[in-house]
């Protein structure tokens, strides 16, 4: 499935350059921060695998992980602690559906991806295949926020 990727994320566009990225985002992370990079990287390969190789998005809905992300919110974990600038403000992503996170911290943007992921783990075993609902796009929005998240990171 060819994902549209805005501008400002493009760098991301492959698995492998994804897969990258993760790797210099753990390099630069303490302890906790660490384990939550791990957790999106599995998730983001979960992702990977239904962007690009169809596999089926109910195959990999028990696969996919908020365990590290519940314990640190449980534990009052600063996720400024990741980037504690604001996100920036990236022309290409103005009339997309992550505009809204231009400005917002860290902390606005992992939430957004963790309740996105969350919502499909809640609400997919439940659809029947009557419903419209386009679960695949669903991933690829959550793996754009991804991509979002690795670029202030790296910025």
Known sequence: ????????L?????????ITAFAEFRKATTRDAWKLIEELKKNSNYFWA???KDIPVGEIIDKLSTAEY????SISFDFKRINPKKIRRY???????????????TEVLIKNIYDRIKDLKDKFPYADDGTKRRWTTRVV???????LL???VKA
């Open 50 to 52: 239904v962007i690009d």
């Open 10 to 18: 493009e760098v991301f566009s492959s698995a492998a350059k994804t």
């Open 1 to 8: 499935m060819p994902i549209s990727i805005p501008t400002a």
């Open 91 to 105: 022309p290409s992503l103005t009339g997309t559906d992550l505009e809204f996170l231009g400005g917002q911290e």
């Open 141 to 147: 929005n959550i793996q754009k926020r991804i991509f």
């Open 150 to 152: 690795l670029r202030h």
């Open 70 to 73: 519940d314990r640190l919110r």
